[in-house]
């Protein structure tokens, strides 16, 4: 290999990273900042960005310098590299620019009729709309081909080499072994109000959520904290990772655990090897992956008796009416188990349900079962079937989430992939850390830097060298299979709860 | 023509105004919330934005298009339109691929190099990099031709048209006809306060001006106001202007100016036809008229007695310590002449003769009279021969505009050109509007719709289609010979003084 052949190569990902980065800032103002009645500019502007990564991506040249550069001995990273752009490149050549194009048009209109059909409750505004996306979708992965079903095209764009068929046994062991946890919860909760009321001050809480941001390690140099409609985070650039929450002016808890939970995917971005940022290994390897930190900050941190005895003198002071509650009284009201409607809003026991709900309609719709017309029906049987609780409408049930609108199909399964790895790597981080007492002196004394470097190390700096379940697998020290062990996840849930509600 | 043709050039042209419009994106959100360590990684990727752009503008296909279009019968609109890329085209062809690429990323790095030597107050940090600015415009220069002289080309990518020759008079004219007023100004003002000094609350002026903006007829759906370190405005894409400010607890004056000031600037770029805003034509016409907007706002609006008769009763209400003032101390505040040593505190009568100084500096830097080690000992000369005064301190004196440390070199003479058009265009309306009383009769009341009506379709809805010149005297209701007619300003500029100082 010349070193002007990977000079070339390295400053086509160089490119393309940047591009990406420029398509994160255009998604990140648009959510926060951007005046409304920008928004047909700015969709065309983003559908030019993304003809032209397209463009590039598919251009010949780059095809060769790949193909040069796989014949080649280059070495661990620089292989991954290479075939990790191989990857993206050979996606976007086997989908025609017009349905590159269409799609992305379609799911600027799209959404937009979503928002309407939602704030309306009438599908049927909402409904022609997805079923052109369902169609797109549908050439979309004959365009990709899969390996054994249609779903698994669409699975993969956001867990790289996931199946449907290794995923069902991860659903089917996680609704199992939690539903006798969330049956006996169920029958203890009475139902009352935990946490004051308040109102609590919008601004007071911003401030407090900036405050915990930087006290839990993240640097505020090198990100923001906004307000958004739906929390998100985007990572801009090599440090520039920006984190949105919203608040309630009646309960603080919603723009805590959000915070928290954006943070878990601020920090992986952070995290990255500074030597890698330009390239396509220096990024977040699968969705579930990037989950798994949002989850654990979220959930094993954030969720934690010991986390809210650390933090709670500090979250009574800056939002007073909280001040007439107790850290035990908060750590209650994080982890209240309910059967709810909204997958966003949901506990930790009942958000896999949530979760399956989606992916076995998805499977449906990949597979051909499913059209657009028939989902509102399908969806409120399966909520009632899984969850034990009917929607009484279409916009608390079928249009609460986003993710269809915008073409998302197959994203849905990565969270509770997320939720799954997450207490897999925290059970390897107690581990290591000495057991779960001195994990929660730690949580106690709001010492979070040994558990961030150990996610640093274990997770955030091995970028996308190798793959997610492999990544997952040399953390906690396990021997990986490709299958996703479902175990940790459900024994966390089992004796949390039990502990919780003195089961 | 094919229908085919225009539909590709057509394409074309939208694409750079699309990769307009998302670098517009990035340099506002660089100054105004990005965070800090985002900076090398946004310099890295703002580098291979312009390069996309470059490549795009001087492909061959491009030039094909627009070779072909020129010998069809467009009508008037579609040859502006082709005629416009074709300027931007030929500018960019004749540049080398590595000159814009050093160019950009000198303009990187030399800038933070500007602002360690402007807080170090030390020339020398920034000599060597501004020596290869320089160097890298001269070669720019030579690249792209001019009339005659160096400087042209320089002026010709700020002001189209522009030359060293034609804007001589305009500022000899201008020193001639103010230095009267000056002098006789300076020797009534006892350089007392006029205004309480505060403090004014910070975010109550933020409130204030964003009221005011509303007010004035700025479309708060189509725009923002932020804070930053220096104001400026940026035409993010179409329905999308941003304007900053900037606020000091002692003053309230300088925030309420600049936001007049870049709401002119906001105005003119969402007043632009719907239907032209993808195209080349579609745009402010060049720096010089997006001047005279912004200057006309801010300083026959805002710098105008009428305007404070209305406007007091508001402004001291929102900003508490102004309640001491009166309209008329106001008036006299805003209009307050000194020597001073800093340009963008100027008021109107020196104003002009900062820019004077730079002129001529630029004008010695370009054609080969000035390197980088002279201009310190040259700007001090400048500016005691031309405002009688001398900088103690490079900070306040030749570092003081970040301009050179970016490349942008022949840009100063606009600020002068916008004041001159500026007057006229004043003039012009108020002829139009019934006289001078019947104008006052509207600020007074708070009425602006009919001033920013008359803008609208005089200034903004042409566009690009014609040459400033000629839109100016069009506007005007006088024939173009192309040059500049001061006679407006200077006459301003002496009966306002007059009246004010009782000269």
Chains 1, 2 share one sequence.
């Not at 030019?48 to 251009?59: D, G, V």
């Not at 940022?277 to 390897?285: N, R």
């Not at 399956?356 to 449906?364: H, N, S």
Request: hydrophobic content about 40%; overall charge negative; charged content about 25%.
């Amino acid at each position: 290999m010349t070193t002007d052949t990977w000079e070339k190569f390295s400053g086509r990902m160089r490119e393309l990273r940047h591009l990406e980065s420029i398509a994160g800032l255009l998604g990140w103002d648009e959510q926060t900042v951007m005046p409304p009645k920008a928004a047909p500019g700015r969709a065309a502007a983003t559908g030019t960005l993304a003809s032209i990564e397209h463009e590039r991506l598919t251009s010949p040249e780059y095809g060769d310098l790949i193909e040069g550069l796989l014949q080649q001995d280059l070495g661990t990273e620089r292989r991954a590299m290479v075939e990790l752009a191989q990857r993206a490149r050979d996606k976007a050549v086997k989908l025609p620019p017009e349905l590159v194009r269409e799609m992305a048009e379609l799911a600027s209109s799209s959404q937009s009729a979503w928002v309407q059909a939602r704030t309306a409750d009438d599908f049927s505004i909402f409904e022609p709309l997805l079923q052109r996306t369902l169609d797109l979708k549908a050439r979309q992965a004959e365009h990709l081909g899969y390996k054994n079903e249609p779903y698994d095209a669409h699975l993969d764009l956001f867990e790289r080499g996931a199946t449907a068929e290794q995923l069902q046994p991860m659903f089917d062991a996680v609704t199992a072994g939690i539903t006798p946890t969330l049956d006996a919860v169920l029958g203890r909760d009475d139902g009352t109000r935990i946490l004051p009321g308040g109102p609590y001050d919008a601004s007071a809480i911003m401030a407090y959520c900036s405050d915990l941001l930087a006290r839990m390690g993240y640097d505020m140099q090198a990100g923001r904290l906004d307000l958004s409609a739906h929390p998100f985070t985007s990572g801009v650039g090599p440090q520039d990772a920006r984190v949105t929450t919203r608040v309630r002016s009646d309960d603080p808890k919603e723009a805590i655990l959000a915070t928290l939970h954006e943070m878990g995917h601020g920090l992986y971005h952070l995290g990255q090897r500074e030597d890698w940022v330009e390239t396509t290994i220096g990024a977040s390897v699968s969705l579930g992956v990037d989950e798994s930190q949002s989850r654990l900050w979220e959930n094993h941190v954030g969720r934690s008796l010991a986390f809210w005895e650390g933090e709670f003198p500090k979250a009574a002071a800056a939002l007073k009416p909280l001040a007439a509650a107790t850290p035990q009284s908060v750590f209650r009201a994080v982890n209240r188990v309910r059967r709810s409607l909204i997958r966003v809003e949901a506990d930790e026991v009942t958000y896999p349900l949530h979760v399956a709900v989606r992916f076995e309609i998805e499977r449906g719709i990949s597979n051909g079962q499913l059209k657009a017309a028939d989902l509102p029906a399908a969806w409120n049987e399966s909520y009632e079937r899984i969850l034990g609780i009917r929607p009484p409408s279409d916009a608390d049930g079928v249009l609460q989430d986003v993710h269809w609108s915008i073409g998302y199909l197959g994203y849905f399964p990565t969270y509770l992939i997320g939720s799954v790895y997450s207490a897999a790597l925290f059970d390897a981080y107690t581990v290591q850390a000495g057991g779960p007492d001195l994990v929660r002196d730690q949580f106690r004394a709001g010492e979070f830097a040994p558990l961030l470097a150990w996610l640093r190390s274990n997770i955030h700096q091995v970028g996308s060298l190798k793959l997610p379940a492999q990544i997952i697998a040399d953390a906690t020290g396990r021997a990986s299979d490709g299958s996703i062990d479902t175990g940790p996840f459900v024994s966390y849930i089992q004796s949390k709860y039990r502990d919780l509600y003195d089961l």
